[in-house]
Structures are given as structure tokens and as C-alpha cells.
């Protein structure tokens, strides 16, 4: 179908009138009308107000053009299973269940690989076979592939060596050596530490993506070390059980 048919079809079934419509997505009537007739086709903007306004993606307002498959996991993406923003927009980049209320809901790309190879292996498609799978595929989805950008697998893995080194250098009392640095999204580890002069605030970018761990503290004790990087900053940080009550250790730039 074309978007003008989409348009009518969606109104009708809401049981709206074009001025009503127009009222809800503060434009006129007549440009209601237009959209309808396929004089005009509605601009980005207001092409989320509709979408919202009828609860389907943007991708089906214009007639499905693009195949959408979830940049977390790789699923396909349907208006049912698409993940909306705490605004009530769609998100159409992820599925509800890998991006839900502003946050992404697996902390790394070991964790979602386990988390597949679970649920999806079976007698006609093996464990060992399901993990190789989602090992070469999730790498390559847009939320996980920015570091590879790098310049390939090699370059990546000499990247986390440098970093790695980098962080052992600090030399930070009661931080064990770090030996592995795993995918970690923004949303899961930004926390919000207090600076001597009282303020509050976040370093990382919720969306982005970062390389990290965490360490148990070697003196024992309930706080870990929590470590994030990337190519700009080396951040370590303690906390307590979920995330609670942190310090931060440092945050050097590069």
C-alpha cells in the first residue's frame, strides 16, 4: 500500500476526522487531506506524531520499504515487537525486548550471546552451533559493531590489548589485574557519582557503547571495581550491590 491509503486506512480505523486529526498533530486540515490524496507526504516530524498517534512505526507509514531487524539482536522487527521510547515513540532501531523504557536491557554481548544460545538451540540446530552463529552475526549489528570499525578483528583485538595495559598501569590500590575487557552498554553503567563540590553528574553516553569489567575488590569487602573505555577515557569507579552507592576512582583522558 501507499502511504496516502495507509493514512486513510489508519484514520478510518480510529475512528478520527481529518480535523481531528489535524487538531492532535497540530497541522491543518487541509494538509490532512493532502496527505490522503497524495498530493504531499508528511514530513519526519510530523511523520512521528503519526506515529504515535496510530501506534505503528514510521517504516509502516511509508509502506514497509526497509526490512527492520533489531540492531541488539537481529530480529526482525514488527510494530508489535518494536521498542518505544519512554515518550511513547517507536525506537526503530531495537526490539522491546533488547531496549525497553530508555534502557538496554543486557550488559554485554557475552551475556546476550548466552542469553540466544539458551533459548533458540535445539536437537535440529546444537548449542556449539547456535553460539558460532550468534558469535559471527551480533558483532556485526550497529550496536555492537563500532569498535571492529576499528579496522577488522585484529585491530580490534590489539585496541582492547592497549586498553587493558593502559588500565594495569593506573597501579590502583585494591583493583586486581584486568584481564578481559567485554561490550557494555552506556544506559546499563552510567551512574551518577557526587564530586567533592556537591555536584552530581554522569560521564558516559547512554546509547553509546563501551568496553568494561568489573572486579572484585582485592582487600574483600562488599564494593567492586567497575571499569569502562573507550577511545577518548579510561573510567574506574566502586559500588556497591547493583550499582549502589558509587565512587568514582578516575576518569583520565587518554
Not at 92 to 109: M, P, Q, V
Not at 133 to 156: A, C, I, M, S, V
Not at 174 to 194: A, D, R
Request: one cysteine or more; aromatic letters at 12%.
Amino acid at each position: 500500500m501507499e502511504t496516502k491509503d495507509i493514512l486513510l486506512e489508519l484514520r478510518t480505523k480510529k475512528g478520527y476526522s481529518q480535523e481531528e486529526v489535524a487538531e492532535k498533530i497540530f497541522v491543518t486540515r487541509q494538509a490532512v487531506s493532502r496527505w490522503e490524496n497524495g498530493e504531499t507526504t508528511p514530513n519526519t516530524e510530523t511523520l512521528k506524531l503519526l506515529s504515535k498517534l496510530y501506534d505503528v512505526s514510521i517504516n509502516t507509514l511509508l509502506g514497509s520499504p526497509r526490512k527492520l531487524i533489531c540492531q541488539c539482536c537481529g530480529m526482525p522487527l514488527e510494530d508489535e515487537n518494536i521498542s518505544k521510547e519512554p515518550d511513547g515513540y517507536f525506537n526503530e532501531e531495537y526490539c522491546k525486548w533488547c531496549y525497553a523504557d530508555g534502557n538496554f536491557c543486557y550488559t554485554s554481548l557475552e551475556e546476550l550471546t548466552d542469553f540466544l544460545v539458551n533459548h533458540m538451540s535445539n536437537e535440529n540446530w546444537p548449542a556449539d552451533q547456535a553460539r558460532a552463529f550468534f558469535e559471527q552475526q551480533l558483532p556485526q549489528l550497529n550496536y555492537w559493531k563500532r569498535y571492529r570499525e576499528l579496522g577488522g578483528d585484529t585491530k580490534f583485538e590489539e585496541y582492547k590489548k592497549q586498553l587493558i595495559r593502559e588500565l594495569n598501569d593506573l597501579h590502583i590500590e585494591g583493583m586486581p589485574e584486568v584481564l578481559s575487557l567485554n561490550f557494555l552498554p552506556g544506559g546499563y553503567i552510567n551512574l551518577e557519582y557526587t564530586l567533592p563540590n556537591g555536584q552530581k553528574v554522569k560521564f558516559l553516553n547512554d546509547s553509546a557503547t563501551y568496553l568494561g569489567t568489573q572486579l572484585e575488590c582485592a582487600f574483600g569487602g562488599e564494593r567492586c571495581f567497575g571499569i569502562a573505555a573507550n577511545m577518548d577515557f579510561l573510567l574506574v569507579c566502586t559500588y556497591e550491590e547493583n550499582g549502589e552507592n558509587p565512587e568514582l576512582v578516575l576518569y583520565k583522558k587518554r
